[in-house]
């Protein structure tokens, strides 16, 4: 089975279209949150994410924007555009966020992988050092799990002699690339297929990932997309300036 993996779209329907547009062959998607948030599209994400069908767990932003946490959890900038996403969206987009799932779920046929938005021990936890991600290889008995929440590409590892982080190395950071990485036997992995609306990681190109089950490799994905007009749908929409801004130098 190939399983397409988004996360962390965040309303940017520019970066969404690229990476399918740019996906190679896949059986199904699984979305690991935070569909909205951040981005003046949340309404075109939102439909865009149930036409594709799949799998999903909530994010933390799509629980602020569907009310069913407090937004006093949030930065300013980040309350700010879930209140203004919330006004944003549709009656029955708002009702499909608040039915989100909460993680970590499995998809039938993959019985050693599961897949959540934060942490496989809080579906809210930052995973972004080694040390973050100790707790969960070591207390959860699922081989792979498969998170978002970071904004960052790459993985955690049990094994000592792959230094207990990758993170995917490519050739430029203006076309799209690819890095292929076969999970060991025997190993527990935490695997972030990156952000595709919002990523942190210093790269600005929507990041996203593809795991082949039977060959056991993930394949990491950047492409770039529509920057200019994704930054100006945010000015346009009167959202705070800087949520356009960080989208170029990919923080």
Same mark, same amino acid.
């Given at each position: 089975?190939?399983?397409?993996?988004?996360?962390?779209?965040?309303?940017?329907?520019?970066?969404?279209?690229?990476?399918?547009?740019?996906?190679?062959?896949?059986?199904?998607?699984?979305?690991?949150?935070?569909?909205?948030?951040?981005?003046?599209?949340?309404?075109?994400? &939102?439909?865009?994410?149930?036409?594709?069908?799949?799998?999903?767990?909530?994010?933390?932003?799509?629980?602020?924007? *569907?009310?069913?946490?407090?937004?006093?959890?949030?930065?300013?900038? *980040?309350?700010?555009?879930?209140?203004?996403?919330?006004?944003?969206?549709?009656?029955?987009?708002?009702?499909?966020?608040?039915?989100?799932?909460?993680?970590?779920?499995?998809?039938?046929?993959?019985?050693?992988?599961?897949? &959540?938005?934060?942490?496989?021990?809080?579906?809210?936890?930052?995973?972004?050092?080694?040390?973050?991600?100790?707790?969960?290889?070591?207390?959860?008995?699922?081989?792979?799990?498969?998170?978002?929440?970071?904004?960052?590409?790459?993985?955690?590892?049990?094994?000592?002699?792959?230094?207990?982080?990758?993170?995917?190395?490519?050739?430029?950071?203006?076309?799209?690339?690819?890095?292929?990485?076969?999970?060991?036997e025997g190993t527990h992995y935490l695997v972030n297929p990156g952000s595709v609306g919002q990523?942190?990681?210093?790269?600005?190109?929507?990041?996203?990932?593809?795991?082949?089950?039977?060959?056991?490799?993930?394949?990491?994905?950047?492409?770039?997309?529509?920057?200019?007009?994704?930054?100006?749908?945010?000015v346009a929409a009167n959202l705070p300036p800087r949520l356009a801004t960080r989208l170029a130098?990919?923080?």
């Amino acid at each position: 089975m190939r399983v397409l993996l988004l996360s962390d779209i965040h309303s940017n329907i520019e970066a969404l279209e690229a990476c399918l547009s740019a996906a190679p062959a896949y059986d199904l998607v699984m979305n690991l949150g935070d569909v909205v948030g951040y981005g003046a599209n949340p309404n075109e994400a &939102v439909q865009r994410s149930r036409e594709l069908g799949g799998y999903i767990v909530r994010g933390n932003h799509d629980k602020a924007v *569907a009310g069913l946490i407090d937004l006093g959890e949030f930065n300013p900038l *980040a309350g700010m555009a879930a209140l203004w996403t919330r006004n944003k969206l549709t009656a029955e987009n708002l009702q499909w966020l608040r039915q989100l799932p909460q993680g970590p779920i499995q998809i039938p046929g993959l019985s050693d992988t599961q897949f &959540v938005h934060g942490s496989p021990v809080d579906e809210d936890q930052y995973l972004v050092t080694s040390i973050d991600a100790l707790e969960s290889l070591l207390a959860v008995p699922m081989p792979v799990t498969f998170f978002g929440h970071s904004h960052v590409q790459g993985a955690f590892s049990s094994n000592p002699a792959e230094n207990g982080s990758l993170r995917p190395i490519y050739a430029s950071v203006g076309r799209a690339e690819s890095v292929d990485w076969a999970l060991e036997e025997g190993t527990h992995y935490l695997v972030n297929p990156g952000s595709v609306g919002q990523p942190r990681d210093g790269d600005w190109r929507a990041g996203f990932a593809i795991f082949d089950s039977q060959t056991k490799t993930v394949k990491f994905l950047r492409v770039p997309y529509d920057l200019k007009t994704a930054q100006e749908r945010i000015v346009a929409a009167n959202l705070p300036p800087r949520l356009a801004t960080r989208l170029a130098i990919g923080r």
